[in-house]
């Protein structure tokens, strides 16, 4: 008889130990994906806006050196080459 118990009781320790571990897991995930969370609203609400920002900022000063260059003709819309050949074929 009491070699019986003594297995129920591992049994049973098992299967807490089980439980403990899937909690332990489920715990994880459920902060791996609050981490997630975190980091998509860092870059939703930080870094987007900077690099708009800057890459912004980049294309108007490229299409105002463009402007300068070739003023706003053909050239500027479609690039010398295009405009070149549609201004010879006329």
């Known amino acids: ?3 019986r118990q003594s297995s129920l ?3 049973s320790t098992t299967d807490y130990e089980r439980r403990l ?10 902060e791996w994906e609050e981490g ?7 870059m939703s609400l930080v870094l ?8 912004g900022r980049r294309w108007a000063h490229a299409l ?3 402007y300068n260059r070739v ?3 053909l050239q500027f819309f479609l690039g010398t080459r295009i405009a070149g050949l549609l201004a ?3």
């Open 1 to 3: 008889m009491k070699r």
């Open 71 to 73: 003023g706003l003709g």
């Open 36 to 42: 997630l969370e975190q980091l998509y609203a860092i």
């Open 21 to 30: 571990d899937e909690l332990d897991r489920l715990q994880a995930q459920k």
């Open 64 to 66: 105002l050196a463009r």
């Open 9 to 11: 009781d591992s049994d």
């Open 48 to 55: 987007l806006p900077i690099a708009g920002k800057y890459f």
């Open 88 to 90: 010879s074929s006329r």
